[in-house]
């Protein structure tokens, strides 16, 4: 049998250290070596719930690169962080100012959170959560604007800012490369373009609309009452899981939000970007660059899909190119 590898840890040292083991007699005597734990009473268990390893057909089901602690007799390990904090959420249910507080420390997990399992499992926590999803400006629901600048009276209007965010994110990533090309011709070319986004930008107001709830029904992408459904990974034409979630409804909501992705279909750097150079390069006379094609890709719902971050997929979009055939228009 191979050996497999894993992250071991000491119960009072966050270093880790790789080792590669063959079966559970193996891994405590390279562990214990390695970590300086005496190998009498010692215990093997998994860092992310504290589960002890303590059989062969465990071992063998343990994925490699799983992280491990290495217990000195009479230590103990109840999960990491994560783990400990939701534990003690399901214990203490009925002390206010205590859920408050692991309810705050969740939030500024979520912010830091990649990992697509831990947010869903945060999210379970927060389904229990009450609502308030009528509320609409900061008199009625005050907690939900906790955190916010002052100048904010309405919950359309902080979505509405949040969705302007990454729309003015896109298009200063747009200018940046644009201003970074070394091709003085396409410079131009792309320069003029970007000084057409500009006002056709400022006129859909930055389309601030895709998140406000109060919003004509064919901008928004959300209900009335403020409901957003996620419209799946880029290559598919809905989301198998069925992702909602109402970022009106309470401030811990509105934080999981913030974990939604607008995913370009197809891709703004590894795509759009270089074709517009391409284009640029090779206008032919008498034509000009379809620069509202272009907009359409980077900063509307033809390209874009809302995505929960399980359904944001990071690997290249295959297939998803731009259509040539709409890059020029006769002058
Ligand atoms: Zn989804």
Redesign the pocket.
């Known amino acids: 049998m191979g050996s497999k590898p894993f992250k071991i840890r000491a119960a009072n040292d966050t270093q880790k250290y790789g080792v590669a083991a063959q079966d559970l007699n193996d891994l405590i005597a390279k562990g214990c070596k390695v970590l300086k734990v005496p190998i009498k009473g010692c215990k093997i268990c998994l860092q992310q719930d504290g589960t002890l390893i303590n059989s062969r057909e465990f071992f063998q089901a343990l994925p490699p690169l799983s992280v491990l602690v290495f217990l000195r007799k009479g230590e103990k390990w109840t999960g990491d962080d994560f783990g400990k904090m939701i534990l003690s959420l399901l214990e203490a249910p009925e002390d206010p100012v205590r859920k408050q507080q692991l309810t705050e420390s969740l939030e500024g997990m979520i912010a830091k959170e990649s990992s697509p399992e831990r947010v869903h499992a945060l999210n379970l926590y927060l389904q229990s959560l009450p609502d308030n999803i009528d509320a609409e400006t900061r008199e009625e629901d005050p907690d939900w604007f906790e955190g916010l600048e002052k100048r904010y009276k309405t919950k359309s209007q902080v979505m509405a800012c949040s969705a302007q965010g990454r729309i003015r994110g896109y298009y200063s990533k747009t200018k940046e490369y644009v201003s970074n090309l070394e091709d003085p011709v396409a410079k131009i070319i792309l320069k003029r373009v970007l000084e057409n986004f500009r006002p056709c930008l400022k006129n859909n107001g930055y389309h601030g609309d895709y998140f406000r709830r109060t919003a004509k029904p064919k901008k928004r992408l959300c209900t009335q009452a403020g409901w957003f459904v996620?419209?799946?990974?880029y290559n598919t034409k809905t989301?198998?899981?069925?992702?909602m979630i109402n970022p009106y409804s309470s401030r811990q909501k509105r934080a999981v939000f913030s974990t939604w992705n607008l995913d370009h279909r197809v891709e703004k750097s590894r795509t759009i970007l270089p074709s517009m150079q391409q284009a640029a390069v090779s206008c032919p006379k008498g034509k000009q660059l379809n620069w509202e094609y272009f907009y359409e890709l980077l900063f509307t719902t033809d390209n874009l899909k809302l995505?929960?971050i399980?359904?944001h997929k990071k690997e290249a979009h295959k297939g998803y190119e731009c259509d040539e055939k709409k890059y020029y228009t006769s002058k």
């Open positions: 996620c419209h799946g990974p989301c198998q899981d069925k992702h995505v929960e399980s359904c």
